[in-house]
């Protein structure tokens, strides 16, 4: 069992910083678990201390049965790939990825056998002899990665592993890893500050934020659901809308405009409470005629695409964004009307940022609306 | 360029070829004068059996290799050199550098005001003058043999016994002063040399379960080679022509620990002799630059 | 690709192990830093106490403590003047050495003088193996020849000689990282090498040219041997060769002088050195001191 269980785990720098505040999280045996948050967040920190490099102020890290968290990094069988490789230069290919067997003692021409095949394995034939100063960055990162096989560790920790590569590369081994990760079945965690690398590889990930989780679970819940006003602004490559709004009898009052209840949260407000409405703007419309339910805006900037147009809005409630599709193309200046699919939109407590019922449309009571069939069946 | 710069070719910041070659004229005649030129001149003295009294003083004859001879067939020499020799090696290439090595690995990854004072404390051992430090030894290794010679430090610490440390064992010594003398000099430059290598080569062997040895053999000492050869041989030139010795010893007990710095002094000084001395002087410089050499050698190699 | 499987959990009596064995390493380094911390500095234990002890022995120890002994060390014109002396030397070889290494450095790091790089290299291989006791003959003889034996201006020109090299290796370093864009427009404007010098070069290079002073005054300060065999007249010679003479002579030595006299002597360096770290910390670049 490789499962990994971190328990209210602190972490305070000597200069004051307290990076990790009282931190659970449950990762699952075989599981791609991704770290993801802003620079400073503490996910590279939380990586660490799995790893055995820093030492928790308080709290308790298991790995699989056993309570590692006082154990030295060479005791916890894990294998670390850091951003820059850390290959060595002034030994060859083979011997870089043999390292770990060298270390656990293997005789030499087994692990420098091993080696080989691990290499092979993940298309290194041919350059065994060569220095890592010789290789392509994507090849340097394959014999980083074969280390990390090579040691058949119980766990792998990924710092940010793509960061080198430029962007073909970086797509290209990132379907590379997802293709790893599916045949090896080692439990991974990855910690990188992209959303779409997190959102494109992971099962399950974690969203940080200033040393705190913010929210847990799978691409997809973290995508359409996020769970509060951080992480729906994080995710997602082009940022959701999220506007002030009240709530009224029929409906929250944008600006001027009143918009419909999101689904999602009917029951569970009263009339007069202050929310946020989150509108992702790849799923709202314009509309050049007025609308019942809609917001009145004006369209500022024009952004192309390619196969379609991110069109910026200046309304009373303040800026928005839309994407548009590439058969109607938009004219700058023009007034339209802004709807959001109201099933896809979310209502926010602005007081706390919390997302407002669990995104899903409640337990549906006997004489419900019934639901507009995108929510939970993603 | 700018109209009306006598002088020729002008560099960016407009120094003129002239101005610059001034610029150089005070440190170059210093330099030459009071070291290029001793240098030299060591070399013609010591062809001749110049004195600075008594009737060579008046009638310096040249003797050719006369001098070289008797250092070479002569015993003294060679014995110091062959002391001298064994004093860098076991106080400098092993002593500093090794216990050097140690700290600076110790210290590597520690803040705290323990790791300042420890460090200050090796630091100011290398930097109290000279004649200081060469007293404090004395005082501190004195033993009591006999009625009348006082105990030092060392051996009340060790409960009475009563070995007269400098006339007993005065190569140990010795040897013993120069590491507590110069291992600061090593600690900081490997300190320098271990903080070059990456954080992450060093994290990924630990997460593989490296043992500090491991770390050490496999990645920080390959990695550190050339640091480790330009500290050797810094610290072996200056072990081999300190003159400290003179302070702690005389080049006693007989000529246990004559070492060539010494030996020099006592020939062209107290005896006078310094055509002998001047001859002395070429063979150590030339030992000198073949050890320098050497070193060098070996770096251009391992590169 | 092969798949991989990790080998079964290692059972849990290994992990005391691991824990067992990083306690040992603990144990052990803190037995050896203890060590090293007795190792250093129990030898200067005596120079830190004997001076504040009326009858102080060669063990280090504080048997009758007073502050009596530094008024007696004071009467003692030797003292004194040595101390001067030392001053004097330490100061004026500064001045030399930066006064000429600034200027050299800046032209070799700023002209196209041919073969710099060789020169310098050159320079500081032969003053790591010209080192005081291999020159000590020839120097001697051409201070005899030159009238500069027992002159203080010849142990500062001698000194300096020696220093040189180094200064001007590091002054060059730092030199040539100022970006040379001050001078330029400075040239521009109708500077001359010497005010462009002065007014510009030198207040950027300043913390490289209070290393080299540093450095030259603490160098200087302990120098032994050039003051030993060039200054025969005991009014001249300087801390270093005078506290030598107080404890070579026969007879018995006065401790109570010798001790406090050497704390005297010493406290400037060290001084000096903690300034230092605390404004730059300690660290290298290079690499170069005695």
Redesign the interface.
Known sequence: ??SITVSHLTKVF?NGVRALQDVDLEIRDGEFFALLGPSGCGKTTLLRTL???EVPAAGQVRI???DVT???????????V?????L?P?MDVVDNIA??L???RVARVERRQRAA??GA??GLQGMMDRRPAQLSGGQQQRVALA?A?A????VF?FDEPLSNLDARLRMEARTFLK??HA????TTVYVTHDQAEALALADRMAVMEGGRIRQVGSPVDVFHRPANLFVASFIGGTPMNLLDAVVEADGVRVGADLLPLPPSARGLVAVGDRVVLGARPEYAELHHQPVAGGLSARIAIIEHLGTAYLVDLESPAGPLQVVVPEDEPPTAGVAVWVTAHAARSLLYRRDTGELIGTGAPAARPAAAVPAAGADGSE | MPPGTPGGTVSAAGLSRRWALGFLTPAMLLIGVFLAFPAVWTLYLGLTNFRLLGPQALHTKFIGAGNYQQALTGGDFLHSLYITVIYVLLSAVIGQCVLGFALAWVFRSWRGPLRRVLESLIIVAWIVPGSVVAFLWLAYLQGNIGPLTETGTLNTILGGIGVNWWLQWPMLSIVVFNIWRGTAFSMLLFGAAIQAIPPSYIETARVAGASSWQLLRDIVIPRSRGHILTNLLLISLWTFNDFTPYLLTGGGPGNQTQFLPVYIYQQAFDQGALGYGAAISTLVLLINLVIALAYMQILKERR | MATTHPTPDPTPVSDTRWLVRALVARVQLYVFLALVAAFFALPMAWLVLSPFDSQPSLVAGLSHPTLGNFQDMFRNPAVITSLLNSVLLALGTMLVVVAAAALAAYALSRARVPGRNIILYVLLLFSSVVTGSAAMVPIFLLAYDLHLINTITGVILVLAGGLLPAAIFILKDFMDSTPASYEESARVFGAGPFQILRDIVVPLVRPGLAVIAVWTIVTVWGSFLTPFILLRDPTLTPASVQIYSFYSAGGTANLRLISTFGLLYTIPVVVMYLVVQNRYGFRFYGGLKR
């Open positions: 069992m490789a000597p790893a055995g490099l699989g049965d056993r006082r154990l030295p990094p060479g005791a916890r069988r894990v294998a670390m850091f951003q820059d490789y850390a060595y002034h390292y770990p060298k270390i656990q095949e691990t394995n993940l280390r096989v040691s058949h560790p119980q920790l293709r790893l045949e090896v079945r080692t």
